[in-house]
């Protein structure tokens, strides 16, 4: 099982960033994918998740409006648009899988992407 993150990297406030996470070695339209993040010295969050058909997603209220994320389940790939980026939006981002249904009880972690939001 790998999930393998990528986009992350450093921008100035009020840009913009795509993550991007794609899956192997799992039935991936299975599960349901979310994006969390956890900055130094606070609480991990956990930012959206998308149901494993994306057909609902939700966001924490610190994003909404400003990040959006979607799926492909073609492509085994999980993306987070991030648009009007903040300071406070630094973190390591991670994307995760959790089944549902009687896959219910497995839950992967990728190794997560910086990204850094800096003048």
């Known amino acids: 099982v790998q999930l393998v993150e990528s986009g992350g990297g450093l921008v100035q406030p009020g840009g913009s960033l795509r993550l991007s996470c794609v899956a192997s070695?799992?039935?991936?339209?299975?599960?349901?994918m979310s994006w969390y993040r956890h900055a130094p010295g606070k609480e991990r969050e956990l930012v959206a998740f998308?149901?494993?058909?994306?057909?609902?997603?939700n966001y924490a209220d610190s994003v909404k409006g400003r990040f959006t994320i979607s799926r492909d389940n073609a492509k085994n790939t999980v993306y987070l648009k991030m648009n009007s980026l903040k300071p406070e939006d630094t973190a390591v981002y991670y994307c995760?899988?959790?089944?549902?249904?009687?896959?219910?009880?497995?839950?992967?972690w990728g190794q997560g992407t910086q990204v850094t939001v800096s003048s």
């Open positions: 998308i149901s494993s058909v994306g057909l609902s997603t």
């Open positions: 070695g799992f039935g991936f339209s299975r599960y349901v």
């Open positions: 995760t899988a959790r089944g549902v249904g009687v896959l219910a009880a497995n839950n992967y």
